[in-house]
C-alpha cells in the first residue's frame, strides 16, 4: 500500500506564508489523485482541494486566491502553497490519495502573532 509523509508545517503570523509537502512511496502517484484535508480543534475534517492526474485543482471556496496545490510526479510529490494565512486557517493538515482511505501523518499548522 502507498504510504504518504507529509511536511512543511509550523507556525507562522496572519498574512504569512507556507509550503506543505505530501510524498509517496510508490511510483505509480502519477495517477493519483491527491487532496489536501484539514482538521480544526473541534471541528470535522474538511477538503481543501484537490489536483487531479492531469493537474486540474479545485479548492474550498474559503482557500481560494490564497492556496495552490501543485504536484511534481518526477519527485513523487504533491504541494500546497499558502499564501495570505488567517488564524482561521490553524488545523492539522493531511494530504489523502483521492477515492481510498490513505492519508498521510498530517502536519500542524499554526497561524497566530
Known amino acids: 500500500q502507498v504510504q504518504l509523509v507529509e511536511s512543511g508545517g509550523g507556525l507562522v503570523q496572519p498574512g504569512g506564508s507556507l509550503r506543505l509537502s505530501c510524498t509517496a512511496s510508490r511510483s505509480s502517484f502519477s495517477v493519483y489523485t491527491m487532496n489536501w484535508y484539514r482538521q480544526a480543534p473541534g471541528k470535522q475534517r474538511e477538503l481543501v482541494g484537490g489536483?487531479?492526474?492531469?493537474?486540474?485543482?479545485n479548492y474550498v471556496d474559503s482557500v481560494k486566491g490564497r492556496f495552490t496545490i501543485s504536484r511534481d510526479n518526477a519527485k513523487k510529490t504533491v504541494y500546497l502553497q499558502m499564501n495570505s494565512l488567517k488564524p482561521e486557517d490553524t488545523a492539522v493538515y493531511y494530504c489523502?490519495?483521492?477515492?481510498?482511505?490513505?492519508w498521510g501523518q498530517g502536519t500542524q499548522v499554526t497561524v497566530s502573532s
Open positions: 489536483i487531479s492526474s492531469g493537474s486540474r485543482t
Open positions: 489523502n490519495v483521492g477515492y481510498t482511505n490513505v
